[in-house]
């Protein structure tokens, strides 16, 4: 089964920072992975999908990469913002039809 | 924009009731999942669908059951509720053969009694 981790479990930085989220699992035969943001007691926001053909995707000021021979995705937040400060959540899917999700990185942005 | 709407945002049951926890789509889309979320175990996959009338176990189906009678409605049922099936509940979709990708809905937050 597939074993996503999120490392490390909180983050805290002051504002403007750019900031590295990462992402670990366990099986590297994967469909895609899936970056989401979750605000306190709400649902997840997609964020980046990268397809397993795929090296990297960008959207504003974020940007996913994924190295699946080492297992490894890895979120970059350019010029952070307090809007920003939430849980990112990592998903792997191995099968097509079942998402694997790491446990996530709470972030606060400090302004 | 796709649209996943889940029945409630919030409920609160007493132990041994039945429970419906509903969620609907509004993109045609053939797969559908339930997740529950809990502090440290972060989500866990209860049942998906793939088509109308079709279902297959995830990690944790044991005390759920689902219904999909309808392509863009997909049921939770929690059978006799538990104090430990107090938890947030998150339903998805996706398009199979087109990346995948899930959307969710805001979830309910459950609390059994």
């Known amino acids: 089964k597939q074993e996503v981790t999120q490392i490390p479990a909180a983050l805290s930085v002051p504002e403007g920072e750019n900031l590295v989220l990462n992402c670990s699992f366990t099986d590297s035969a994967i469909y895609n992975l899936q970056w989401f943001r979750q605000d306190p007691g709400k649902g997840l926001t997609s964020l980046l999908l990268?397809?397993?053909?795929?090296r990297e995707q960008t959207s504003g000021r974020l940007n996913a990469s994924l190295d699946k021979s080492s297992g490894r995705s890895t979120l970059y937040i350019a010029a952070s913002q307090p809007g920003d400060s939430a849980t990112y959540l990592c998903a792997v899917d191995s099968t097509g039809n079942q998402f694997y999700f790491g446990t996530g990185t709470s972030l606060t942005v400090i302004p | 924009d796709v649209k996943v709407t889940q029945s409630s945002r919030y409920l609160v049951k007493r132990t041994g009731e039945k429970v419906f926890l509903e969620c609907v789509q509004d993109m045609d889309h053939e797969n559908m999942f339930w997740y529950r979320q809990d502090p440290g175990l972060g989500l866990r996959l209860i049942y998906f669908s793939y088509d109308v009338k079709m279902k297959e176990k995830g990690d944790i189906p044991e005390g759920y059951s689902v219904s999909r009678e309808k392509k863009e409605r997909f049921s939770l049922i929690l059978e006799s509720a538990s104090t430990n099936q107090t938890s947030m509940y998150l339903c998805?979709?996706?398009?199979?053969?087109?990346?995948?990708?899930?959307?969710f809905g805001p979830g309910t937050r459950l609390t059994v009694t």
């Open positions: 998805a979709s996706s398009v199979p053969r087109r990346s995948y990708e899930q959307y």
């Open positions: 990268i397809q397993s053909s795929q």
